[in-house]
């Protein structure tokens, strides 16, 4: 039996592993060819009878290039050993494809200790996993995962790549999940929130770039709730807290994290575009109080135009993991310590057929010879038009699922040399946090 070398490189670092090998419990990931792997539906699912499923779990499986298919896919609540355990059994026809199961994720209560605070590192598996093969023998399997330290579990391969140079699993509006304002704490709606899982939550299952879009009303008696997450025009959470999260994070792991404050849509500029001097200095001293410890400043840790950055080695030595990155110029000048603007591959469109052609040219032609910035974020996301809000045509998980799949499956094959960031909505319909783990250590191997 050949165990993926994915399990096995997720497994040689914890201690166990490195002195007497995988035992069969500790795989989470197997496979002779191909790959299966599971994902959450991010659109509700119209049942008989007015029953709607939210979050059904599904079931992935690409095996072009193999020699066989397997027969047949089921969804299984422990490791897959047997058809006779598994909860539903779907016949497979095509060498890759999906389908949606009829069990909802449920709580995604997260495992290993990570629900409050830290747990045991490496990755673990929520309870849904995947396993295919023929009759007899279920020759391939994954499971949903954590993956709260895995820069850390790898490291030993991985810390030599610059940061520009990682695959990099990020979120777009990463703030915008759940309502949390004076009048709503709505979880589900149609076009404001792009994510449903916390912040903290995002950082355990592997996130670790994200987009903040952040405004300021003076209204507040407090400074400090003066500063919202918002999408566009629409208040979703206040700032602190979840800078609190990242922190916490930061303080019980070995983690590298990119904050960018992307957007400022309201409070942050004069009328005639003039920045508001005293609400970004007043944002910065937050950031800084908040992150202060973790911050790697870019006049100290910065490579110059061009370069890919620092290596993870260099951030991790110093134990400064937090790249804060500042969307404008002006205030970048004045405070040296911000990482520059972050360009963003924004296609702008809702049509997923014209957002991965726009990506398949711009990740191509990344970096820009010239970029100040290291890093550059692959924005995966259809945006839609204001008559498609007007209308109420479609929803933000509508969206994600009609192109998390494709995501998965570029970011697998023509993506898979340049790529940096990846950023989606709704992350836990694609594999990207997998995928841009097992891309790092593979161009890691290639140093
Ligand atoms: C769920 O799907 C399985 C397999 O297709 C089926 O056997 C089962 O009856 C379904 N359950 C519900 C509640 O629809
Ligand atoms: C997304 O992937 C599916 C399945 O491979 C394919 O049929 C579809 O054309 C793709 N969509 C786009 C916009 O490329």
Same mark, same amino acid.
Not at 116 to 133: E, I, V
Not at 214 to 225: K, L, P, R, T, V
Not at 413 to 424: E, F, H, P, Q, Y
């Given at each position: 039996?050949?165990?993926?070398?994915?399990?096995?490189?997720?497994?040689?670092?914890?201690?166990?592993?490195?002195?007497?090998?995988?035992?069969?419990?500790?795989?989470? !990931?197997?496979? $002779?060819?191909?790959?299966?792997?599971?994902?959450?539906?991010?659109?509700?699912?119209?049942?008989?009878?007015?029953?709607?499923?939210?979050?059904?779990?599904?079931?992935?499986?690409?095996?072009?290039?193999?020699?066989?298919?397997?027969?047949?896919?089921?969804?299984?609540?422990?490791? &897959?050993?047997?058809?006779?355990?598994?909860?539903?059994?779907?016949?497979?026809?095509?060498?890759?494809?999906?389908?949606?199961?009829?069990?909802?994720?449920?709580?995604?209560?997260?495992?290993?200790?990570?629900?409050? #605070?830290?747990?045991?590192?490496?990755?673990?598996?929520?309870?849904?996993?995947?396993?295919?093969?023929?009759? $007899?023998?279920?020759?391939?399997?994954?499971? =949903?995962?954590?993956?709260?330290?895995?820069?850390?579990? =790898?490291?030993?391969?991985?810390?030599?790549?610059?940061?520009?140079?990682?695959?990099?699993? #990020?979120?777009?509006?990463?703030?915008?999940?759940?309502?949390?304002?004076?009048?709503?704490?709505?979880?589900?709606?149609?076009?404001?929130?792009?994510?449903?899982?916390? %912040?903290?939550? @995002?950082?355990?299952?592997? %996130?670790?770039?994200?987009?903040?879009?952040?405004?300021?009303? !003076?209204?507040?008696?407090? !400074?400090?709730?003066?500063?919202?997450?918002?999408?566009?025009?629409?208040?979703?959470?206040?700032?602190?807290?979840?800078?609190?999260?990242?922190?916490?994070?930061?303080?019980? +792991?070995?983690?590298?994290?990119?904050?960018?404050?992307?957007?400022?849509?309201?409070?942050?500029?004069?009328?005639?575009?003039?920045?508001?001097?005293?609400?970004?200095?007043?944002?910065?001293?937050?950031?800084?109080?908040?992150?202060? &410890?973790?911050?790697?400043?870019?006049?100290?840790?910065? +490579?110059?135009?061009?370069?890919?950055?620092?290596? =993870?080695?260099?951030?991790?030595?110093?134990?400064?993991?937090?790249?804060?990155?500042?969307?404008?110029?002006?205030?970048?000048?004045?405070?040296?310590?911000?990482?520059?603007?972050?360009?963003?591959?924004?296609?702008? +469109?809702?049509? &997923?057929?014209?957002?991965? @052609?726009?990506?398949?040219?711009?990740?191509?032609?990344?970096?820009?010879?010239?970029?100040?910035?290291?890093?550059?974020?692959?924005?995966?996301?259809?945006?839609?038009?204001?008559?498609?809000?007007?209308?109420?045509?479609?929803?933000?998980?509508?969206?994600?699922?009609?192109?998390?799949?494709?995501?998965?499956?570029?970011?697998?094959?023509?993506?898979?040399?340049?790529?940096? %960031?990846?950023?989606?909505?709704?992350?836990?319909?694609?594999?990207?946090?997998?995928?841009?783990?097992?891309?790092?250590?593979?161009?890691?191997?290639?140093?």
């Amino acid at each position: 039996m050949v165990v993926s070398w994915y399990a096995v490189v997720a497994l040689a670092a914890t201690a166990l592993g490195a002195t007497i090998g995988p035992s069969e419990h500790q795989i989470l !990931e197997k496979s $002779h060819c191909g790959r299966v792997w599971v994902t959450v539906h991010s659109p509700e699912v119209r049942m008989n009878a007015g029953v709607t499923l939210l979050d059904a779990v599904e079931l992935n499986w690409d095996f072009n290039g193999c020699f066989s298919l397997p027969k047949q896919i089921g969804l299984f609540d422990e490791r &897959p050993q047997s058809w006779l355990s598994a909860l539903s059994v779907y016949s497979v026809s095509s060498m890759e494809g999906h389908v949606v199961t009829n069990m909802s994720l449920g709580h995604g209560t997260l495992p290993a200790g990570w629900d409050a #605070g830290a747990g045991s590192k490496g990755p673990h598996c929520l309870w849904p996993w995947a396993g295919a093969g023929d009759l $007899h023998e279920i020759q391939t399997y994954n499971c =949903l995962k954590i993956q709260p330290t895995w820069m850390e579990d =790898l490291g030993s391969k991985i810390n030599n790549l610059r940061i520009g140079e990682l695959a990099i699993a #990020g979120t777009h509006n990463a703030g915008a999940w759940k309502f949390n304002t004076e009048i709503s704490s709505v979880s589900r709606d149609s076009f404001v929130l792009c994510q449903d899982r916390s %912040i903290w939550g @995002q950082l355990v299952h592997g %996130i670790r770039y994200f987009d903040f879009r952040i405004a300021y009303y !003076e209204f507040y008696q407090n !400074e400090e709730d003066r500063y919202w997450l918002n999408h566009n025009l629409i208040r979703v959470r206040p700032l602190v807290p979840l800078l609190k999260e990242i922190r916490k994070f930061l303080d019980v +792991t070995k983690e590298v994290v990119f904050l960018d404050a992307h957007h400022f849509p309201v409070g942050f500029y004069q009328p005639d575009g003039a920045p508001i001097w005293s609400v970004h200095a007043g944002l910065l001293e937050i950031v800084q109080r908040e992150l202060g &410890p973790h911050l790697a400043p870019a006049n100290e840790f910065g +490579t110059g135009v061009g370069t890919r950055g620092p290596t =993870l080695q260099t951030l991790i030595n110093a134990n400064k993991r937090l790249l804060f990155s500042y969307v404008d110029n002006s205030i970048v000048l004045q405070n040296s310590w911000l990482w520059p603007i972050l360009p963003h591959l924004w296609a702008n +469109t809702n049509s &997923p057929t014209v957002l991965l @052609q726009y990506l398949d040219g711009a990740i191509a032609a990344s970096p820009q010879p010239t970029a100040r910035s290291p890093l550059f974020s692959a924005m995966a996301q259809t945006t839609p038009t204001v008559l498609d809000i007007l209308f109420l045509r479609g929803s933000l998980r509508e969206n994600a699922d009609e192109v998390n799949r494709n995501v998965t499956a570029r970011l697998a094959s023509r993506w898979r040399t340049r790529a940096n %960031i990846v950023s989606t909505d709704f992350f836990l319909g694609n594999d990207v946090v997998d995928l841009s783990i097992m891309i790092s250590v593979e161009r890691a191997s290639r140093l």
